[in-house]
């Protein structure tokens, strides 16, 4: 059967340019057919594709043709494998694509499909965790409790999505909540370039002013990271921007949203963004200190400063914090960010101002 099954599939390739090979692919798919209810092929079918497969070798190579002619069976059930393998990758790719927005779930940076976002490795720690109590588990094994879960995840797609589900009480919003417009819903890592670019191009849709929008930060998670995060300081950024919304100041934008501005559009002295040295340059002490200057410009006073400094440290806002982290990874289960929701529709990467306005 693996010789018909592999003589359907390459005269099928071939019939596209030739109608002699579609006779032949015909002829193969009803051998497959009669094979599977365990009745003989067609008188001549295998030797007439043999013929046409290494007939024209046996004048001019006659060992090569030789050796085929012996093996040939050993061939076809390897290319049969091979071509199931492969139906198999491009089947899981575009399902990833279609689920996730992106190839390859796992590094999400290395899909090109995938649209601009930073890749969140929720799943995977999830999965590490499940598994700890279990022996040894194959790749195989790994990769299909994967693409169950995708399976799983494919109703979101057709979901109708709510922001307002996601929020609580804490929720800020950049302008002055309007409750004659829909509300809109960022979830962002403050480290995260691709977070900066959309806020760029919501500045420049002027989102703003269309929907309520308010965000729920969110500290991607790195193992490896000496910091736990993917972004060094990430969860010191978060804790500020909780803990700035206990001191409310009469803005017409929150206090919160103007870190937020300062980090993802302001640049240093030297020219660089705020948001790499971050990043790359600051220790958390430095990024600290620039935060508290921020404060300062913002218009909060010495006070009001230190209270802040002694709430971001505060189990309060750690329990906020973990609040929203459960919602990111149980409830919206993102895997890229920027995640955005806004007209019942859910995007996981940078949206241009065009889609936006």
Request: aromatic share 14%.
């Amino acid at each position: 059967i693996m010789f018909c099954i592999s003589a359907f599939i390459i005269f099928a390739i071939l019939g596209i340019f030739s109608a002699r090979y579609r006779k032949l692919a015909k002829k193969a798919w009803i051998c497959v057919a009669r094979k599977i209810t365990f009745r003989p092929c067609e008188i001549g079918f295998k030797e007439e594709t043999k013929n046409i497969i290494i007939g024209k070798l046996i004048l001019t190579r006659p060992r090569l043709a030789r050796f085929l002619d012996r093996w040939i069976e050993i061939f076809a059930t390897v290319f049969v494998i091979l071509s199931i393998w492969s139906l198999l990758i491009v089947f899981q790719g575009g399902l990833n694509l279609f689920v996730y927005d992106t190839c390859s779930p796992k590094n999400v940076e290395s899909c090109s499909l995938g649209g601009e976002s930073c890749g969140v490795s929720v799943g995977q720690q999830t999965f590490i965790e499940a598994i700890k109590n279990f022996s040894v588990l194959s790749w195989t094994k790994e990769e299909a409790l994967f693409l169950a879960e995708t399976i799983f995840r494919v109703p979101d797609r057709f979901k109708n999505w709510k922001p307002e589900e996601y929020l609580d009480e804490t929720a800020t919003y950049y302008k002055s909540f309007n409750s004659q417009k829909q509300i809109a819903l960022e979830i962002i890592d403050p480290g995260c370039k691709f977070c900066a670019k959309l806020f760029r191009n919501i500045q420049t849709a002027r989102f703003e002013d269309i929907y309520n929008l308010t965000y729920i930060p969110y500290a991607i998670p790195d193992l490896k990271s000496p910091s736990g995060y993917k972004f060094p300081n990430s969860f010191l950024v978060i804790s500020y921007l909780e803990a700035v919304k206990f001191y409310p100041l009469n803005f017409e934008i929150p206090a919160d949203w103007q870190i937020l501005e300062r980090l993802f559009l302001s640049k240093t002295k030297e020219g660089a963004l705020y948001q790499e040295n971050f990043n790359l340059l600051y220790s958390k002490k430095e990024a600290e200190d620039v935060l508290l200057k921020w404060l300062k410009d913002i218009g909060y006073n010495s006070e009001q400063i230190t209270e802040i400094q002694k709430t971001a440290q505060s189990n309060e806002v750690k329990k906020r914090i973990e609040k929203q982290a459960e919602i990111v990874e149980n409830q919206i289960r993102t895997i890229k960010i920027p995640t955005i929701i806004f007209n019942e529709r859910r995007y996981d990467r940078v949206i241009g101002p065009e889609k936006l306005k």
